[in-house]
């Protein structure tokens, strides 16, 4: 029996509840170009990157295969354009330092490893580093909340003391 939405009551609209695949099926995130910058320092690099998705929603999980969602996609996808546009950011396989503030859109707690592995991997798929491998010092700290968009502030240094 088909049923026309339109006749039903509110409150028998209320009680519906979407199909799991309704649940996902909403669109990713956008990240404007205006949302990046880089400002080059003493052995390194300043990057401004939009707030990053959780890794909660970065990673999802279709039956028994784990890949990236729609929003941890639409974040590299943007990360890549960005660099792309700015070859000058390349460390290639020398041994990093990292220093990571994230600055929340909300007063919301929020654990800061669930973020960091998002950008991480934004940075290598955009060809900023090979692997993230090369990593030997890194640091997250929370930054004060940016309301409405927050963002993240990564610093990375090639790492002079490790061989």
């Known amino acids: 029996m088909r049923v ?3 006749d039903l009551t509110p409150e028998m609209l209320a009680r519906l509840k979407p199909n799991k695949k ?5 669109a990713a995130k956008v990240y404007p170009p205006s949302a990046f910058d880089l400002r080059p320092v003493d ?5 401004w990157l939009p707030w990053p ?14 890949t990236i969602g729609p929003d941890g996609k639409a974040y590299r996808k943007a990360a890549h354009a960005f660099f792309a546009a700015n070859p000058d950011v390349k460390f290639g396989d020398a041994r990093l330092a990292v220093h990571m503030r ?7 707690r929020y654990d800061l490893s669930n973020y960091w592995k998002c950008i991480e991997d934004s940075l ?5 580093f090979d692997d ?8 997250a700290e929370r930054g004060m909340v940016m309301p409405g968009h927050g963002q993240a502030v990564v610093t990375i240094y090639t790492n002079r003391l490790k061989p």
């Open 4 to 6: 026309n939405l339109s």
């Open 43 to 47: 052995g390194g690099w300043v990057i």
């Open 102 to 108: 994230l600055h929340a859109p909300t007063n919301r």
């Open 22 to 26: 309704q649940r996902h099926d909403r």
């Open 132 to 139: 993230d491998s090369q990593i030997d010092e890194h640091h």
């Open 53 to 66: 998705p959780s890794n909660n929603v970065y990673w999802r999980r279709y039956g028994h295969v784990v």
């Open 124 to 128: 290598v798929h955009a060809g900023v």
